[in-house]
């Protein structure tokens, strides 16, 4: 496996990239990943386990998304099969995608958890004014912004490369950190598209004069700009690393 150092008009090179494969099979990819999405909400009504047992499946998660892409980008139409692709590659490779999803876990509500007691532990997406984004939110996402970067490839890395689980955290966080400047390009690019097309929703609901309207047309554009942008993942990876002999094809089983 070997480390690929990207120009920062990369990032913008996977925006385009992305939404271009999307388009190639956008039924198949916004319904995996709305499958995604409604496993995750479904897990998480389940109480006390639910948060516990949904954190620990987002790598695999994740990997699945991006298998799905690497299909649609090969012009084959992902079935839902490729999600669980991180369980299909032998008992090796789940285990250590399971460690991984214990180690999100972990990091992710020790985060939760410090950003609560720095808030001061009773502050509320819903205790915010209208209009304004409750400080608490603000400050877990900047507190996971680290926890990202370390699993951002790691689940790619654990999968088709056969990393263990600390090493595809380290390797990761030094990918992102050797192409900075293309995930800074990327992640401007895609905060570009996201306000694009909420002016755009805005728009539509000023000219309608209907409020119902615009969340008849909110939500299915979250869903879609949110599947976009899981496509574009893949390509973050498939740029960052080259495996130095052939790799297996993306859904492919091996013993």
């Known amino acids: 496996m070997k480390l690929n150092v990207v120009p920062p008009r ?5 925006v385009r990239t992305g939404i271009r494969t999307f388009l190639r099979q956008p039924l198949a990819l916004v319904g995996l ?12 009504q389940v109480p006390v386990l639910g948060p516990v047992v949904g954190g620990m499946l987002v790598p695999a998660a994740t990997l699945g998304l991006m298998a799905a892409s690497a299909e649609a980008e090969h012009g084959r139409f992902p079935m839902p099969t490729v999600l669980v692709s991180a369980f299909r590659a032998g008992r090796q490779r ?14 992710s509500l020790l985060a939760t958890g410090i950003a609560e007691l720095i808030a001061g532990g009773g502050a509320t997406p819903s205790a915010a004014p209208p209009g304004q984004v409750d400080a608490t939110v603000l400050l877990v996402l900047l507190l996971h912004t680290p926890i990202f970067l370390l699993f951002w490839h790691a689940p ?7 990393i263990t689980p600390a090493k595809s955290l380290f390797f990761s966080a030094v990918a992102c950190w050797r192409n900075l400047g293309a995930m800074v390009v990327y992640g401007l690019a895609w905060l570009g598209v996201f306000l694009a097309a909420g002016a755009l929703i805005s728009l539509v609901g000023a000219v309608s004069g209907s409020a119902g309207v615009l969340k008849a047309v909110m939500m ?9 942008f899981s496509t574009s993942i893949w390509f973050t990876f498939r740029d960052s690393f080259s495996a130095d002999a052939p790799a297996p094809a993306p859904t492919q089983e091996t013993p």
């Open 10 to 14: 990369t990032g913008l090179q996977w």
């Open 33 to 44: 990943f709305f499958m995604y999405m409604a496993v995750v909400l479904l897990i998480a």
């Open 94 to 107: 789940a285990r250590a995608m399971l460690v991984l999803g214990a180690l999100y876990t972990a990091g």
């Open 156 to 162: 790619a890395l654990v999968h088709w490369h056969g």
């Open 220 to 228: 299915p554009a979250a869903l879609l700009l949110a599947a976009m």
